[in-house]
């Protein structure tokens, strides 16, 4: 899979496992992703849902053919707030057209089946020599 994007690695993702070949990130709690006390800053859940949808993206393509994505659309969903403990993420591809892709991404912490936030996006797909 191609490397995360440079804004992954300032919310402090990793990749630490896969679940149908969709890489699940994490996020440890720290200073930089921090919004009121205690609270994860809902741009750093909303960013973290982002950059899972894409990795669910890179997964679908070669290394060697992997092309450019950029977000269209996003709709995230806040249904808890994100407490001080580390958060995971996962992306999953509904669909991939010619040049858009429809993507959805959950954040959790304890428990999966209580997500913290979710996400809907439209990502256009850009390929060829003009990237």
Known sequence: MKSLPPYAHTLGLSVVDTEDGAPVLAMGFSSDVLGRPGFIHGGAIGGMLEMAAIAALYSQFDDDDTPRFKPINVTV???????????????????????IANVEAIAWQDDRSKPIAAARMNIL??????K
């Open 77 to 99: 969903d806040y249904m808890r707030g994100g407490r001080d403990k580390e958060t995971r993420a996962i992306g999953r591809v509904t669909r991939v057209g010619t040049r």
């Open 125 to 130: 797909i850009v390929r060829g020599a003009h």
